[in-house]
Structure formats: C-alpha cells, structure tokens
C-alpha cells in the first residue's frame, strides 16, 4: 500500500504544468512472460495475466515520457530439451509490482496541427524498480517477503490516434534484471555440506544467466491538450 501511495503522489507531482505538454493518462492490459534458467527465449504463451497504470507526458510531436504501475504475475516451467530440465522438473508462481520511468521516441508526426499521422511506430527505454515475490515452487505455497530489484525496461509499440483524443496502442516490452532468482532457481551453492549432493538432484541452473520479464499488451488513453494562454501569446507590445 505504501508503494502504491508513493506512486500516486508521484503521478500528481509530475501531472504539474510544463509548457508545451499533453497529459495522457491511461491503461494497459496484457501478458506477462520470462526466460530465464527454466525458459530460453521469449514467447507470449504461456503469459500471466498483467495490468498497468501511467501518465504520458506529450513533449513534442517526436519525444514523450512516461510514468507507470505496473502489476500482474509471472509463471514458468522447465522446457529445455536436455538432461537437467528433465530430472529438475521445476515450475513456479511469483507476483510483482513495478514503478517505471521511461523515454518514447515517436517516428512520425504524431501531433503535428498541419500534416497530422493517425498512428507512429515508436520506441522506448527507461528504469525501473520491481518488488517481486515467490509464491509457489511446484506444488509447494511459499512466505516468501517481497524483493526489491532494478530493471532496465525497453521495447516497441505503435500508437494509433482516434478523433484526436483516444490514443490504441499495441507494445512490447522487456525487462532486463540484473537478478537470477525470479524462478527461484540459480548457480550451485559450493559450500561443502552441499558439494557432495550436487551429482544427486541437480535442482540448481546457471548462477550467471541473469533472468528476464516481458510484458506484451494493448493500452487505451485520452489526450488532454493543453491550451495556451492568449495573454502568453500576445506580443510583447500588447495591451497585456
């Protein structure tokens, strides 16, 4: 709760005029994947239901930034074709939440007034800090306490303009971690109580393979333009 609150006050510190800007808040829906020690590569399916909630901030035609909350599950399981999957047999259950700033790049004229484009490709990069916590490992319910960990979200979308006001977007976004735990499984412990069971259950993965979260999905925002002052306007030598 008290990161949810932080995020609000956030959002309505950053909502404070800027000259030249277009508000546009908004929602996201979609899946959540991972790759990691259990899954090589990206894939949508099987997702884990996701959800996010941002403010974009309309600088130019070209260049925006955007503040969110994002929040959903992640889930995996063993599918590497090779011995050691085959006998670790994992899967697991995690939840997350995250708090994100990110820099978009429009490569069309989105808001120009003159030639206006209904839709621009664009692309994405920022930081991050997600709170994820383990829940299941296979059949087993955990306690585990929340994990604070940095991410360095990046990906690409398109945004398609309705009547000017509502904006559609389909994206898609990794999230590089620099944490090898979100499917519980990482290196080998070499402590000597351990060594000597390592041949025998093979439940560990690859302690420098750092993990990867992705979300895939499809947003809706309004577009409140800002309106500028006639008196800010004028010229100089004006009545004003």
Known sequence: MKRINCFIILLILSSSPIKGQFL?????LGLNSYSGDLNRGYSPFPGSFGYEIFNRFNMSSHQSYKISYKRGLIAGK???NDALSKNRDMWFKSKFSEISAKIEYNFLDYFDEISRENFTPYLFFGVGSTFIKNTNERNTKLNNKNKMIISIPFGTGIKYLIKNTFSIELAFEIKKTFYDEIDIISGP?????TLSNLSKNYQYGNLNDKDFYYFTGISISYIFYKIPCPRDSAPKNSIY
Request: aromatic share 0%; proline share 8%; no cysteine.
């Open 24 to 28: 546009e808040p908004g929602i996201s």
């Open 78 to 80: 063993d599918n590497i």
């Open 189 to 193: 412990s070499t402590t000597s109580s």
